[in-house]
C-alpha cells in the first residue's frame, strides 16, 4: 500500500491567506473562523513570503505584550518558510518537521503556487485525531460549565 501524501492527508485543503500588512487581529479571526492554526502570508498574485502560526501569536505577540490590533504580519512572521510538494510522503515530510523543530509545512504546487499547510496533526492516524478532538471538546465544555 502507498504511503499517503501531505496533500492526501492535509485537514484543510484551502489557502487561509493573508497580506504581510494585515494585523495580528486579523489573523487570529480568520484562523478562528477557519478552524486552523496557522495562516500563510502571501503577495498578490499568490507569492508565499511567510507563515505566522498559533504558537507565534503566543510567542512573538502575547508573551511580548504586543498589540493584536498594530502588530502587522509582516513584524511576527516566519520568513520564507521551507515548503514542501503536494506528492510530498507524509514520513518525509514529518521527519523534516522533527529535524527543523516546527508544526507546520507549507504545501506548494507547481509555480510555487500555496495550497494549504501541512500540520503535524495531519500525521495523525485518523483514530489519534478523533481522540484528540473529543479531549478537546470535552475540555472546552468543562471550561464552559466552570
Known amino acids: 500500500m502507498a504511503e499517503r501524501t501531505v496533500f ?6 484551502h489557502v487561509v491567506s493573508l497580506g504581510p500588512q494585515a494585523s495580528v ?6 484562523m478562528t473562523g477557519g478552524n486552523c492554526s496557522s495562516v500563510l502570508v502571501t503577495e498578490p498574485p499568490t507569492a508565499l513570503v511567510g507563515i505566522v502560526t498559533e504558537r507565534d501569536l503566543m510567542t512573538r505577540v502575547l ?3 504586543k498589540d493584536p490590533q498594530t502588530t502587522r504580519l509582516v513584524d511576527i512572521m516566519t520568513p520564507n518558510p521551507l515548503c514542501v510538494p503536494p506528492e510530498k510522503p507524509v514520513a518525509e515530510a514529518v ?5 527543523r523543530g516546527f508544526r507546520h509545512l507549507p504545501v506548494v504546487g507547481p509555480g510555487n503556487k500555496p495550497l494549504g ?11 489519534i485525531d478523533n481522540a484528540l478532538n473529543l479531549a478537546e471538546f470535552r475540555e472546552q465544555v468543562n471550561d464552559a460549565l466552570g
Not at 492526501?8 to 485543503?13: A, V
Not at 487581529?25 to 480568520?30: M, P, Q, S, T, V
Not at 499547510?117 to 483514530?127: C, G
Open 8 to 13: 492526501q492527508s492535509m485537514s484543510h485543503k
Open 95 to 99: 521527519l523534516i518537521m522533527l529535524e
Open 63 to 65: 508573551a511580548k505584550a
Open 25 to 30: 487581529y486579523e489573523a487570529a479571526c480568520i
Open 117 to 127: 499547510v501541512f500540520s503535524a496533526r495531519d500525521a495523525l492516524p485518523r483514530e
